[in-house]
């Protein structure tokens, strides 16, 4: 059974910048599936924060995070990235990668209930 595997979290100041990438754990093809992404901080639900289609023309962004993050493909190294800049301490959390099980979708939606392959996450901290 395939996994999504989640790398590039840490410390970082206000202001900084990260850039996290979701791998597939095997032969899964991420470019088949929409992927999202979703976080959550301490004591509150997890929230999705940004997604992307199976084709990778359409991104969606939760408005807290437009214009700060970025979300790519790179279907050559079957990659999935967020580039996530400008940090504030709000944005402290834990970072999930998802799949929706559904192949080539048009468009991709940041509803938890559509995703159905979840990573093990990877920690952001803002703070000076």
């Known amino acids: 059974q395939w996994q999504l595997v989640e790398s590039g979290g840490g410390l970082v100041q206000p202001g900084g910048s990260l850039r996290l990438s979701c791998a597939a754990s095997?032969?899964?093809?991420?470019?088949?599936?929409?992927i999202g992404w979703f976080r959550q901080a301490p004591g509150k639900e997890r929230e999705g924060v940004s997604c992307?289609?199976?084709?990778?023309?359409?991104?969606n962004y939760a408005d807290s995070v437009k214009g700060r993050f970025t979300i790519s493909r790179d279907n050559a190294k079957n990659l999935v990235y967020l580039q996530v800049n400008r940090l504030e301490p709000g944005d402290t959390a834990v970072y999930y990668c998802?799949?929706?099980?559904?192949?080539?979708?048009?468009?991709?939606?940041?509803?938890?209930?559509?995703?159905?392959?979840w990573g093990q996450g990877t920690q952001v901290t803002v703070s000076s």
């Open positions: 998802a799949a929706d099980p559904r192949p080539h979708q048009t468009l991709c939606r940041l509803g938890q209930g559509e995703y159905g392959h």
């Open positions: 095997s032969d899964f093809t991420l470019a088949y599936y929409n």
């Open positions: 992307i289609n199976s084709i990778g023309g359409t991104t």
